[in-house]
């Protein structure tokens, strides 16, 4: 199975670098079909990517979902108000369905964050700790050990 | 809607979708639902030129980019360019300014390309009053008409972001630019990539451009006086008068095309232009000093350089300048808000007959890529980012520390104008109507026109950084929210 990984956030902005330091660590990792992108936000051009990869799964910081993180599914959206500043992930599903024909199930593995303030470039040391357990989940996962889609919502 | 002690009631539009980052629009009604004033708020403050003080000066054309995740490109140039100047460089290797060059085109494509078909064309495609769930970017690629516009869209956005990770190094906040040149060549398998597809690009920006100019006219009579507010253009040019987004001395025109200033070097920006500061937006307002804040503001960006410059080198362009400026000109400088998106995609394919001449340089893929000097206490940059005209001031002390920092960006400079076009709109279409979410967005509309920056912010899960803000006539704030 081809997988992308899109994890994104600013690194400079405390825990919103939650998805860059997952990515980090799988960088080192030997995941034969996974592709990793990294970046500081999502851009309209990540929907061609998608669409070249039978599942996508969105990294990210979370404000204020559940800890330590939660793993969901996530539906194409078609009706959505847009701004280039920041797509969400959903409409980057709509958009590879619309514009190049391929519907691609997305994953999102929202890692819980507590502080956001600029220009600090460490996690809180419980962001730390919600990044091992995400990373624990989600590499047997890219590996192939394990399925990647739950049979339902997953939360550990 | 809130109804304030005065009795003028006040409608808020917030956040204004599909612009770059967040903003507020602040309408003031009187009893009888007429427009009194309208404002565009900035209301995230940014504070990076306290931030940078204090840092190694090599630092900021990486630090800077955190201005923005949209058109970091811009800020790391324009750093780069003033500390070519601290450096004591004057004239960057062919290898050095070439490579930029090609950095700074690629960025000018993808970002235009992203403008026009993600933010406008569902207005332009299903008109002001459509459907706000069809009016967006997935309306336009659900819709068979117009699927493969998205698609285009989608991959010439590609087209540029792969050019600047070609000659920065990443897609977003690279590293390419450093003071007194550039970092790497182009490597061969990328440049075979680019001219590859390069004639491609040049294509669709005519076809375009062509859509753009064939909806202008097509409502001429609807968008000439829509936002359209008579004011100055300033840009850079170089000596000869020639368009050049990279290089160049200030130059500024009035609503009649004469000349107020011309040819002033980067290093003097601060002798023509001088900085207003108003109690209720966090941005500046910029006003030619010899005309005072009352009558010294001006429009930059893709409008305001289509009429300051003499002509275009590039032949595809030029011939599309010529016929813009006669069209809507007639002589003098263009007025027309909404000709922005004209203008705009004549710089696009400016910027793809551009990269074209560049990748053929073998001055890309090889020679020196650094130029050294005598060191300097002071340097500025100008350059014309997407939207504007980009300036970069820092003052660094003897330990190489930065002093001082002054920015002028894009959107700062367009501050008055898009206050003044936004005022128009609403005294044009709101007053005394029904207040529909179609004439709502043509306030938004004609903000676009501008492709305002307005901040960047995080963006975790679950979390909109934004502020609301209300404020009296007198400008007193009344009350603040956070989303």
């Known amino acids: ?156 | 809607m809130t109804t304030t002690q005065t009795g003028q009631r006040r409608l808020v539009i917030e956040p204004v979708t599909r612009v770059e980052g967040h903003g507020k629009v602040t309408i003031m009604l009187d009893e009888q639902d007429q427009v009194t004033q309208a404002r565009l708020h900035i209301v995230e403050f940014r504070g990076f030129e306290r931030y940078v003080q204090g840092r190694p000066y090599w630092e900021m054309p990486v630090l800077v980019q955190r201005l923005c995740g949209i058109c970091p490109v811009s800020h790391h140039l324009a750093a780069a360019k003033a500390l070519d100047m601290v450096v004591g460089v004057d004239e960057l290797t062919a290898t050095g300014e070439k490579m930029r060059r090609l950095m700074h085109y690629g960025q000018t494509f993808q970002s235009h390309a992203l403008h026009f078909f993600h933010l406008v064309s569902p207005d332009l495609l299903f008109g002001f009053d459509a459907d706000p769930a069809v009016r967006n970017v997935i309306g336009v690629a659900t819709d068979p008409r117009f699927q493969e516009l998205a698609v285009r869209g989608v991959l010439m956005r590609k087209y540029g972001q792969e050019v600047i990770q070609a000659t920065s190094g990443k897609k977003i906040h690279g590293t390419g630019a450093i003071p007194g040149g550039i970092n790497r060549h182009l490597d061969p398998e990328r440049k075979a990539h680019f001219l590859a597809g390069i004639d491609q690009m040049v294509e669709w920006s005519e076809q375009t451009l062509d859509l753009c100019k064939g909806y202008t006219r097509d409502h001429l009579e609807e968008l000439a006086g829509f936002g359209t507010v008579p004011m100055s253009s300033m840009s850079i040019v170089r000596e000869d008068g020639c368009f050049d987004l990279y290089d160049g001395n200030l130059r500024c025109i009035d609503v009649d095309g004469n000349i107020i200033f011309d040819q002033v070097k980067p290093e003097d920006y601060h002798t023509v232009i001088a900085e207003e500061v108003k109690s209720w937006s966090y941005m500046k307002f910029p006003f030619i000093k010899a005309l005072g804040p009352e009558k010294g503001w001006y429009r930059v960006g893709p409008l305001a350089r289509m009429n300051t410059c003499t002509y275009i080198d590039t032949p595809l362009a030029e011939a599309a300048r010529v016929e813009f400026m006669e069209e809507l000109g007639g002589g003098k400088p263009v007025q027309v808000c909404m000709a922005y998106h004209w203008a705009r995609m004549i710089e696009t394919l400016h910027a793809a007959e551009k990269m074209r001449e560049l990748l053929n340089d073998p001055d890309l893929m090889s020679g020196e890529r650094v130029a050294t000097g005598t060191r300097r206490g002071t340097g500025v940059g100008i350059i014309e980012a997407p939207r504007g005209t980009l300036i970069h001031h820092y003052d660094v002390a003897d330990d190489d520390t930065i002093a001082m920092a002054n920015l002028i960006v894009s959107t700062t400079h367009n501050n008055e104008p898009m206050n003044r076009s936004v005022t128009k709109v609403a005294v044009d279409e709101l007053s005394g109507k029904e207040i529909t979410e179609g004439l709502l967005n043509r306030v938004e509309i004609a903000i676009r026109a501008y492709d305002p920056c307005l901040s960047c912010a995080t963006h975790a899960v679950g979390r909109m950084p934004l502020e609301i803000s209300l404020y009296d006539a007198e400008g007193k704030l009344l009350d603040q929210k956070a989303t």
Do not use: K
């Open chain 1, 1 to 156: 199975m081809r997988i992308l990984l899109l994890a994104w956030g600013n690194p400079a902005r405390q825990d919103d670098g939650l998805g860059p330091a997952l990515a980090a660590v799988l960088e080192g990792q030997d995941l034969p079909g996974v592709t990793l992108s990294c970046d500081y936000q999502l851009q309209v051009e990540d929907a061609c990517a998608i669409s070249e990869h039978e599942v996508v799964v969105f990294v990210d910081a979370s404000l204020d979902g559940p800890e330590p993180f939660e793993f969901v599914p996530v539906e194409p959206r078609q009706q959505v108000s847009f701004s280039s500043h920041s797509v969400a992930t959903d409409a980057l599903l709509g958009l590879s369905e619309r514009c190049f024909g391929r519907r691609v199930p997305g994953w999102l593995l929202a890692i819980r964050g507590y502080a956001f303030e600029p220009f600090v470039e460490t996690l809180t040391p419980q962001a730390q700790i919600n990044l091992e357990a995400a990373l624990a989940f989600l590499a047997p996962r890219l590996s192939g050990a394990v399925p990647l889609a739950p049979a339902d919502t997953e939360r550990p």
